[in-house]
């Protein structure tokens, strides 16, 4: 674990970096993208597949995550020869380098979600 003095560097550094830094974060960190990438990260998916995995993802927020992932360049998109014709999305090495700090905060999630359940128990009743 940081110390404290290395936490607040971090956090002073991160506060003159913010014009940079939230862009960046804008691109990886909204609703569906870590989830996105966790699926294509062992394997390539069709669209369908993802979306099977993903439970709860609308076609049309699903397929603008994935142009946005493909511009970014998180994703590539390959048309399959099929008939139908198919689509499979496969993750970058830059796509690739986000995996551990995404599974870091999929653990975190996994690890604290009774926590933040609890708390929010809490702040309900003392409002409440």
């Not at 796509?95 to 905060?105: D, I, K, N, Q, V």
Request: proline share 5%; with cysteine.
């Amino acid at each position: 674990m940081a110390s404290d003095t290395d936490l607040e560097a971090l956090s002073c550094k991160a506060m003159v970096d913010v014009p940079r830094i939230r862009p960046v974060l804008d691109k990886i960190a909204d609703k569906w993208t870590i989830m996105i990438l966790t699926v294509l990260c062992p394997r390539p998916a069709r669209f369908n597949d993802i979306k099977r995995r993903l439970d709860g993802i609308t076609h049309k927020s699903l397929a603008d995550a994935l142009k946005r992932l493909e511009r970014h360049g998180l994703v590539i998109r390959t048309v399959l020869p099929t008939s139908p014709i198919g689509v499979e999305y496969t993750i970058t090495s830059l796509g690739h380098s986000l995996r551990e700090p995404f599974e870091a905060l999929c653990s975190w999630a996994l690890a604290h979600e009774q926590d933040l359940a609890a708390a929010a128990v809490d702040y309900d009743q003392a409002r409440g």
